[in-house]
């Protein structure tokens, strides 16, 4: 397949490798210039998006951050399109992008929202048990969109059909939690120590992994994710309960040996 990627940041530029590799032609765009980047990994760079549309690609992949997504495709020169193409989103919110997609993209272009649920620090010995969530949101040319889920199954990923809604519903209890207390124990600067325990280290892990994220990435998935507001608000409620029960059973301690 030709694939054009808008977007070529950390996690573009770690999917490529693999498109590459399965045998795909690829071609990019994006805001900074990865001219040279892209001549060493054999893809071609437009420093122009119309460039690329013109490039008559099967797939116009969009890896761009959350928060600059109505920015760059309200940029796309969607006139320039010779032919109904498959839009893929790879953000990890989704009913926004989906939302979004919606709106901007002329009706005979085809829409698949997908969140491969991995990165390039946990996946970085593969893709295969990781899990990959997709949703089909606008699909007529069901032969390139299986072209393209194929990408992923035959990197060993666990393909996962569901509503850009209920990913969003899931991913604020789980991936959103794990930023939050990964940028959390980031606040209360902890490192390794002599008598660290094996469950300290894996926090420890936690908050690298998850420093190491753009702070943009977790703002995206804060300001973007319906869902996100009341977990964040129910982590705090737990904190306050363990430490409230903590308490509790200290002062009843007290009391009884004051008797
Ligand atoms: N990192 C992961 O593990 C992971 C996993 C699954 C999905 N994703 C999703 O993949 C997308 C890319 O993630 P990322 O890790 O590469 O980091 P990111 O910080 O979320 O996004 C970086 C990308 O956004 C572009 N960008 C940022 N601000 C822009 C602006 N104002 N105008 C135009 N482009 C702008 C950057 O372009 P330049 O580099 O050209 O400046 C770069 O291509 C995100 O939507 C993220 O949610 C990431």
Redesign the pocket.
Known sequence: MKIGIV??????QFLAKAFIRQGHTLCAT???D?SLHCSELGIHFFRDVTALFDADNDVVLI???????S??LRSLPLDRLKRPVLFVD????KEYPRQALLEVLPEESDILCT????????AKDGWRGHNFMYEKVRIRNEGTCSNFLQIFASEGCTMLEMSCEEHDKLAAKTQFITHTVGRTLGELEITSTPIDTKSFQTLLQTKETMMR??F??FY?LFIHNRFARQELENLENALRKVKETLIQKANEEKEKTQC
Do not use: C, K, W
């Open positions: 977007g070529f940041g950390n996690f573009a994006s805001r900074s990865y890896s761009t951050s959350i928060l600059s997504l920015e760059v790879v953000l990890s919110v969140h491969p649920m991995f990165g390039p620090q946990g994220n753009s943009d990435l995206g």
